[in-house]
């Protein structure tokens, strides 16, 4: 009885913290493909920097990238199937890791793209991969929160499950 | 409370909370459909909008009729070894560059060893707060071309060149320094027009189809040349990789 006492309020609390996580997680998603929307040759070679992909594949993940994030912002936003949403999220950012991670790993010197047009870093700038990738697991946490808690305040979901 | 009333409140209570499992099911599964759905759309659309922006620009291009390399570059000098110089006008590396090996090239140039080929990219229109300084001043460099001013044009844009992140030189600006190096309304109306701003996206397409991201980028008969760290070579280093070239 001691323990469920104690529990009772964070059970209460988790909708609110999910909440605030997936406002963050849209907040994310959203500026990151706003800002790379308006220049998509641009988007394409941020990709192509990481030589990963040949430049034809590079340019259409370049071009495709920016609208997924919006899309994925917007529905974290409005919170429709927001476990699957969060899911897609969590893969997107792991995939986005596992890029800057191979980047680092061969020595390549780039701005990762997260929130620019990305490219080669000027000579005299370092990269700053484990910045990134912090920032990137800091996401990650957000997703996972969300994959684990996904009822949330203000969500269409809660609307549709006729949740008040 | 007798037992058979028991039993229907059970039994109801049952089917009530069946009934709201059914109904979590059913809104998951399409709220998921619609998730996938729009994702599946959102990214046709951006390979909708990214092909329709490519024929777009492509209908648009003017290729300036001096340009070589399949039209993505102004040649300077006949010499027998070639430099390949990626640039990009917003780019302060490549005035640093500029600076310290734009003497050396020209002498290089005027000795008949090099034929310089200048690739005016444009990948930091970012950084001109929406003015797409890179593009208009590649633009007008070709312009430049074409009336046969490439080289001075492009050195007194260096001479001034705009603080990264400012809205960078006005057209009225690039138009003026177009009068100060001898090149005059032709000049002015293919600033104002754009005329060969649809061009420079050309350029930079084939500078990132090469696999350089970075400017400056310079190339000695087809091999790359870095300085210390992967950083821009000096002076010294690009002479010297111009006499190996020459053999």
Not at chain 1, 132 to 159: N, W
Not at chain 2, 213 to 235: E, F, R, W, Y
Request: hydrophobic share 45%; aromatic share 8%; glycine share 10%.
């Amino acid at each position: 009885m001691e323990t469920r006492q104690l529990s009772a309020p964070m059970t209460a609390a988790w909708p609110w913290i999910s909440t605030v996580a997936r406002a963050g997680l849209a907040a994310v998603f959203l500026t990151a493909g706003l800002l790379k929307v308006d220049d998509l040759a641009a988007s394409g070679r941020a990709v192509n920097a990481y030589r990963l992909f040949s430049y034809d594949t590079a340019k259409v993940i370049g071009a495709v990238q920016p609208f997924l994030e919006i899309a994925l912002g917007l529905l974290l936003l409005i919170g429709l199937a927001v476990r699957l949403s969060a899911a897609i999220a969590a893969l997107l950012l792991v995939i986005f890791i596992a890029g800057i991670v191979s980047a680092w790993a061969r020595g390549l010197q780039i701005d990762c793209g997260c929130f620019s047009k990305g490219g080669d870093l000027a000579a005299g700038r370092t990269a700053e991969y484990g910045r990134e990738i912090l920032r990137d697991v800091g996401f990650l946490v957000l997703a996972g929160i969300l994959l684990v808690k996904p009822r949330t305040r203000f969500s269409l979901d809660g609307l549709l499950m006729g949740e008040r | 409370m007798s037992k058979s009333q028991r039993d229907r409140a059970a039994a109801r209570k049952i089917v009530e909370q069946q009934k709201a499992a059914a109904k979590r099911r059913r809104v998951t599964i399409w709220t998921s459909v619609a998730v996938v759905a729009v994702l599946v759309i959102a990214g046709l659309i951006g390979f909708g909008v990214y092909a329709n922006q490519s024929k777009t620009t492509a209908s648009k291009v003017v290729t300036p009729s001096v340009a070589v390399d399949s039209g993505t570059a102004f040649a300077v000098g006949t010499g027998p070894v070639t430099i390949d110089l990626y640039e990009d006008f917003m780019c302060p590396i490549c005035h640093q560059f500029e600076i310290d090996s734009g003497a050396t090239i020209n002498q290089l140039v005027a000795d008949k060893k090099v034929t310089v080929r200048y690739h005016t990219v444009a990948i930091l229109d970012d950084s001109s707060q929406g003015t797409k300084y890179s593009t208009r001043a590649a633009g007008a460099a070709a312009e430049a071309a074409q009336e046969g001013k490439f080289t001075e044009y492009h050195d007194v844009l260096y001479a001034n060149q705009p603080e990264e992140n400012s809205s960078g030189l006005t057209d009225a600006k690039l138009i003026e320094l177009g009068k100060s190096v001898g090149v005059g309304d032709t000049f002015a109306a293919a600033v104002n027009n754009k005329t060969y701003d649809p061009w420079v996206a050309t350029v930079t397409e084939t500078f990132a189809a090469r696999g350089f991201n970075g400017t400056p980028t310079i190339v000695v008969n087809g091999k790359q040349l870095t300085g210390a760290n992967g950083g821009v070579p000096s002076h010294d280093q690009l002479s010297q990789a111009v006499a190996a070239a020459a053999g």
